[in-house]
Structures are given as C-alpha cells and as structure tokens.
T-cell receptor, first 112, second 114 residues
Framework: KAGVTQTPRYLIKTRGQQVTLSCSPISGHRSVSWYQQTPGQGLQFLFEYFSETQRNKGNFPGRFSGRQFSNSRSEMNVSTLELGDSALYLCASSPGLAGGLYFGPGTRLLVL | AQSVTQPDIHITVSEGASLELRCNYS??????LFWYVQSPGQGLQLLLKYFSGDTLVQGIKGFEAEFKRSQSSFNLRKPSVHWSDAAEYFC????????????FGTGTRLAVRP
C-alpha cells in the first residue's frame, strides 16, 4: 500500500497570509490526525478526523482548522499566519482500534 | 494530565554497541505505548507498539521494547547498533480515549560513532 502523502512538501508564506495543507491517508484508513513539530515545542497534536467529523482537538487557536472529505483525504488550514507557525506539519492516518499512527513526510512551512 | 518523559536528550554509542533509550510515562492506567523514529527531514516511522500481554515487544529494524508497569517505563533496546540507526527517537502514549491521539516525549537524538 502507498503510504501517507502530503502536499506540498515545502511552503514559504508571509505573515498574515493563509495556507492550506493536504494529506492523503493510507488506503482504508479512516482516521487522519495532524501534528505540529517545532524545535521548541516538540510534537504537538492539532486535531483528528474520523469519517469527516472532528473527533479530537488540541490546544491551538482557532486560526488552525481542518476538515476531512468523504474519501478520507484531509486538509488543514492556517489563517493569518504568524512567525511562530513556522514548523513541520505532519499528517498521520490510522487503521483504528489503536493500531498506531502512520505518518507522512510532512510539510515544512516557513513564515517570513 | 498525562506526560511522557525521555530523560536523555542526546546519546552517542559506538557502532556494534548495545542501545537502551529510556521512556517513562505518567498516567493513571496503562496507556497504549509506541516508539517512533525520525530521520532528518523525514516523517515519523512506527518502530513498535504495546497494547497488552507480553511485556517484551519486538519491532522493526531489530528493535525491542520492554514494558514495566511497576516503573511506568517502556524502554527501547537494540543489541547491536548500526550507523543507519542514527536518528531521533520518540516515545508516545495513547491514553485510550476515543480516537487516536498521541502524546509524545521530547525525543532522544542518537548519534553513532564509527
């Protein structure tokens, strides 16, 4: 099976702009999660979607949002970008039943 | 709130030497436990997972981990390290709430001496 794919892999934006990141899960996986990774804060949970519904949400401001489509593909959006949003954004999919998360390669976002 | 502690930020071992990376968790019940590895510029790869049963878990790439309930630990081991094992290793827990939500430790960066 193909792994989790994320697009784009790299992105440069300026403060105040918005950005949309895309994630395609492993075929058959219905759960998709997003994590932010920074040197200072480490890996932090953003949100999780299952069957197009947000099932869990982390402690991030409302500027961070996401959605999941009927084919399980997911997008996350960050509006009004701040310098501190520069990070590696990782998407993961899961087969459920605590099968563990399978991560994509990430999207590296740089906000200038 | 649950937490995951990886006390070693950086470890250096010689190629061929054994390795043990420490992980402790703080949680009322035994959560699901995982180890992930991340190579530079890459995503995270699942090495192994513990749900229940046998406390010694085998994973990929020759890694194993032992769950010790009395110590709230889930240490990762490898008997003989290869240069390609140089990477960052993350311990993670799933508190068994609805859905899939992992709490990660801060990671241990492994360097391998030739």
């Amino acid at each position: 099976k193909a792994g989790v794919t994320q697009t784009p892999r790299y992105l440069i934006k300026t403060r105040g702009q918005q950005v949309t990141l895309s994630c395609s899960p492993i075929s058959g996986h219905r759960s998709v999660s997003w994590y932010q990774q920074t040197p200072g804060q480490g890996l932090q949970f953003l949100f999780e979607y299952f069957s197009e519904t947000q099932r869990n949400k982390g402690n991030f401001p409302g500027r961070f949002s996401g959605r999941q489509f009927s084919n399980s593909r997911s997008e996350m959006n960050v509006s009004t970008l701040e310098l501190g949003d520069s990070a590696l954004y990782l998407c993961a999919s899961s087969p459920g039943l605590a099968g563990g998360l399978y991560f994509g390669p990430g999207t590296r976002l740089l906000v200038l | 709130a649950q937490s995951v502690t990886q006390p070693d930020i950086h470890i250096t071992v010689s190629e061929g030497a054994s390795l043990e990376l420490r992980c402790n968790y703080s949680y009322g019940a035994t959560p699901y436990l995982f180890w992930y590895v991340q190579s530079p510029g890459q995503g995270l790869q699942l090495l192994l997972k513990y749900f229940s049963g046998d406390t010694l878990v085998q994973g990929i790439k020759g890694f194993e981990a032992e769950f010790k309930r009395s110590q709230s630990s889930f240490n990762l081991r490898k008997p003989s390290v290869h240069w390609s094992d140089a990477a960052e290793y993350f311990c993670a827990v799933d508190e068994k709430s609805s859905g899939d939500k992992l709490t990660f430790g801060t990671g241990t960066r492994l360097a391998v001496r030739p």
